[in-house]
C-alpha cells in the first residue's frame, strides 16, 4: 500500500485508483448477487426449468443471454435461480467452520493446558490433510448431497478458523484492559463474554467475508464431481458437471456458471478486504 493511500484509510476515505473502482464494482455484484437470491423471478428471463427440444444447444444470444442446455434450457435463468443454492451453501458451510472454529478456540485458549495442548495438536494433524481432500473423506463417510457437501466444507474450515481466532483470544486474553477486570474481581464467565468476545468477534465479519469465496469454490468442486448437488438442480457446480460432456460443442454450459463462481469469489474478496482497510487493518 502506498503512502497516499494509507493516508486516506487513516483519514477515513477510501483511496484512489484501481482499490475504489474494484470495492465499488464489487459492491455492485454483490447487490446483483442478493437481488438474484431474493428476487430471481425479476431477475430471470425465463423459466429455469422449461424445457424446449427445438433450442437445444443454441449459442448465446439476445433470446437467450447465456445460450441453452442440451433440453433447451436457459442458461442464463439458471444460472440466476442457481445463485440461491450456491449462495446457501458457501454462507452455512463459513458458519459451520466459524463456529466450530470458535468453539475449538474457546477450549485453547481457556480450558487449561490439556485441552490447549490436545486441540493445536488436533488441528495440526487436520492441517496436513488439503482441505478439499478432508472435505472428500466426510463425505464418503456420510454419503455425497447437497446437505452433506455443505457439513463437509464447514468441517474442513473449522481448523484454519480455529487457529486464527485462537491467536486473537490469547492476544485480548493478556490486554490491559482484561487484566484490570481481573483485579475487580469479575467473574471469568463474565470478562469471557463483556471483554473478550466482543473483542475477538469483531474481525470474524471480515474473516468470514473472505471465507465465503472459498466455501463457494470447494461446494462447486464437490458437486462437479457429483458428490454435492445433483442435476437438474440449478447450482453452478451442477452446471459444470453437467456441461463438461458438451464442452467441445456448446462451451456456454461451463464458461459462465464458472464465471459465476470466479467473480463471486473475487467479489466476496475484493469486499473483505475493504472491510479490513475500514477496520484499520493492513
Known amino acids: ?36 437470491c431474493l428476487f430471481p423471478d425479476a431477475v430471470a428471463t ?28 436457459d442458461v442464463y435463468s439458471r444460472v440466476v435461480f442457481g445463485t440461491a443454492n450456491s449462495l446457501l451453501i458457501g454462507l452455512t458451510a463459513t ?15 481457556f480450558g487449561g493446558r490439556f485441552f490447549d495442548f490436545t486441540v493445536n495438536r488436533t488441528v495440526e494433524v487436520l492441517f496436513a490433510f488439503p482441505g478439499l481432500l478432508l472435505a472428500l473423506l466426510v463425505i464418503v463417510i456420510a454419503g455425497p448431497g ?13 481448523p484454519g478458523y480455529a487457529r486464527i481466532i485462537r491467536g486473537q483470544l ?11 477486570a481481573r483485579v ?3 467473574p471469568p464467565t463474565r470478562i469471557l463474554g463483556r471483554h473478550i468476545l466482543p473483542n475477538a468477534l469483531a474481525p470474524l465479519l471480515v474473516l468470514a467475508t473472505l471465507g465465503i469465496g472459498q466455501a463457494i ?22 452446471m459444470l458437471s453437467a456441461g463438461r460432456t458438451y464442452i467441445g460443442t456448446a ?4 464458461v459462465f456458471p464458472g464465471l459465476m463462481i470466479v467473480l463471486t469469489t473475487i467479489a466476496s474478496t475484493v469486499l473483505g478486504r475493504a472491510l479490513t482497510r475500514i477496520g484499520g487493518r493492513p
Open 146 to 158: 447437497p446437505v452433506t457437501a455443505t457439513l463437509a466444507v464447514g468441517l474442513s474450515t473449522a
Open 184 to 186: 475487580l474481581g469479575h
Open 1 to 36: 500500500m502506498s503512502e497516499l493511500e494509507l493516508r486516506s484509510v487513516v483519514a477515513g476515505r477510501a483511496p484512489r485508483g484501481r482499490i475504489r473502482i474494484g470495492t465499488l464494482l464489487a459492491g455492485l455484484f454483490a447487490l446483483y448477487l442478493l437481488a438474484a
Open 251 to 254: 462451451w456456454w454450459l461451463t
Open 46 to 73: 425465463a423459466d429455469p426449468n422449461q424445457i424446449s427440444p427445438k433450442e437445444a444447444f443454441s449459442g448465446p444470444s439476445l433470446a437467450h443471454w447465456f445460450g441453452t442446455d442440451e433440453s433447451g434450457r
Open 95 to 109: 458458519a459451520i467452520g466459524l463456529l466450530l472454529g470458535l468453539i475449538l478456540a474457546v477450549l485453547a485458549a
Open 170 to 180: 490469547v492476544g485480548i486474553r493478556s490486554s490491559g484492559y482484561v487484566e484490570s
Open 217 to 238: 469454490v470447494w461446494a462447486s468442486a464437490l458437486s462437479f464431481l457429483g458428490l454435492g448437488a445433483l442435476p437438474p438442480t440449478a447450482e453452478w457446480g451442477a
